[in-house]
Structure formats: structure tokens, C-alpha cells
């Protein structure tokens, strides 16, 4: 098959990508290492099965792909919510809106013309501050329109509704992942997320930096289980116009993952509290999965202990 992948040099993406060659398929990926990273990807660039085009999916011209594309993930977006990355989708706002909104678009027009299968990567953020607990995927979320996270939550909100709209009325073959908070190798330094601030700071025995009073919650799913469920989602037979949370129902605060790194790292760092919490960071996050255990047959198997040595061990690498 031909797969094409947006945003595959990034974290998740360049697993897929990975997880796709070795099925056997002919892999395209198209990022503008705006967020992705060459390194995550240096390793197939003499594979004959793999072809990386440096491009954004706005401007590129996608009739220059002389061959029939049977699927096609987007993934390309900057995902980073730390207002101190250059990276994060605050620095990057307008590139995060246009590229899950008209880039959407772009590509679900080109799914159709392609008669191809389409995979949205949505996110958790869509529920907001969820009032609800865990979230369910019928849940509609609480979200704040003009809030500092709008720019991402917003903008993946609009590029469920235009995926939905083209299953509805334009028969597109589509379906939409909500994934939850996910780690492991490939992670950006710079993207300064929890879990790599926590890394970083642990193995450098700096202060572990917790924002707020540490009593908010995210559950953490280890990236190969997360692209096991991706492509559950893409490739099972009854996924159509399905929408679906994929993450760790295992849940715990953000002080108890601090205190995890420090002791599997040996680390002499003291945690740190900096308050306030930044604006519209979400209490609590769990997803319920019920739905992707019964429609996939899918749930993550890495624990968090397994999970966090693996990227800790990368870390190390890289520091
Ligand atoms: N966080 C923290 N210290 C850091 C980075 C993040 O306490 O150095 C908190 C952040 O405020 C949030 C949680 O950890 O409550 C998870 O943040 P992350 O950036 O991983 O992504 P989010 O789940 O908020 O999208």
C-alpha cells in the first residue's frame, strides 16, 4: 500500500512511519520540520520504500505525487502546549490553525480524489477542562474559544467537524483518533512537555519543575502502544466515520510522575512548585477507552515503569 504521512518526522509520526515500513508498504512523508526533526528520520533515507518530502502541506502541490495513495494520516501540527517552547503552538499559533483547518481540508479533498482511507489525529485537548471524568467520546467537551489553548483545541475542533462533514455528505472513507497525552523516544528537547522537562531537569539533578500545585492529572500512554491503536484505526474493516480516544486510562497527578522520574533516574533534583497553574490547563485528564477495546481490540500494554526507562534511556543519549 501507499501510506502518506503528514507530519511523519515528528514524534509520533516517524514511529508510524517506522511501523508501516516494516509491514511492507511504500511510505511518503511530508513535513515542514517546523516541529519535526530530520534526526527522527535520518535512518530510511536510503530505504527504497520510503520518500521524504520536505514541504509544507498548505503550499505543496499534492499532483506532483505521480502514484495512487491508499492511505493518508495527518499528523502535522505542533503539539506543545509550554508557553516557553519556541516550538509549542503558542510561538507557532497561525501555523497550528491553518494547518488542522485548511490543511485538513487539502487533505480530505485529496483522500476523495484518491479514493483513499483518511486518519484526523485529534487530541484530548478537544474536551477542554473536562467536567466530565474520564471522557468519553460523546462527550463535547469544555472548552474556552478565545483562551490561550484555543489556538490548538479550536483548530482540531474544525478539522474533526470538516472530517466529519466529508464522511457525511462527500462519502470519504475517514475516521478520527483523540489522543491522549503520549511519550517515549523521538520527544523534542525544546518541545519542554511534562514529561521531558522532568527527564531533562532529573538527569541534570536541576530542580523538577512542577507548574501549579502538582494535584492535576494526565494519563500517559507509551508512544508504540499509541501507534498500535492508530493503525488498528486506520486498517480495521469497521472504523469508518468512527471516532475514537486512544491513551493510557492509567491516571496520576503531575506531582506523583515528578517523584517517578527522581527515583528511576537516581536523582539528587528537588521538586519544585511554580504557581499558578497556567491559564486553562486542564484538572484532570483519563480517557475511557471502552470503545477502542471493543471496536479495535486495542489497549496499551507498556507500563508506565517499562515506558519511562525506555525514554529515559533516550534522553541520556541525547543530553
Ligand atoms: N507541567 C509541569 N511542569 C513542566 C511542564 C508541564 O508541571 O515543566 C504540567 C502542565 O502544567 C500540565 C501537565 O504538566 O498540567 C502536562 O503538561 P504537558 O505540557 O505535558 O501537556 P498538556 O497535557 O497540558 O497538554
Known sequence: MNVLITGGAGFIGSHLT????????????????????KNNINELLNNKNFKFIHNDVLTFDFKLLNFNLNLIYHLASPASPNHHSLISYHHLAKETMLVNTLGTLKLLELTKKHQAKFLFASTSEIYGNPLIHPQKEPYFGNVNPIGPRAV????KRFGET????FWNKEKVDAR???IFNTYGPNMRIDDKRMIVNFICQALKDEPITIYGNGKQ???????????????KLMINKNTKSEVVNLGNPEEHTILEYAQIIKKL????????FKEPLPAD???KRCPDISKAKKLLSWQPKVSLIEGLKKTINYFKNIL
Request: glycine letters at 6%; one cysteine or more.
Open 265 to 272: 533516574t537516581n536523582s539528587k533534583s528537588e521538586i519544585i
Open 176 to 178: 478520527i483518533a483523540r
Open 18 to 37: 517506522k511501523l508501516h515500513l516494516k509491514k511492507g508498504d511504500y511510505v511518503i512523508v511530508i513535513d515542514n520540520l517546523s516541529t519535526g526533526s
Open 152 to 155: 490548538y483545541d479550536e483548530a
Open 162 to 165: 470538516l472530517t466529519s462533514y
Open 281 to 283: 490547563d486542564p484538572e
Open 217 to 231: 492529572t494526565r494519563s500517559l500512554c507509551f508512544v508504540d502502544d499509541l501507534i498500535d491503536g492508530l493503525f
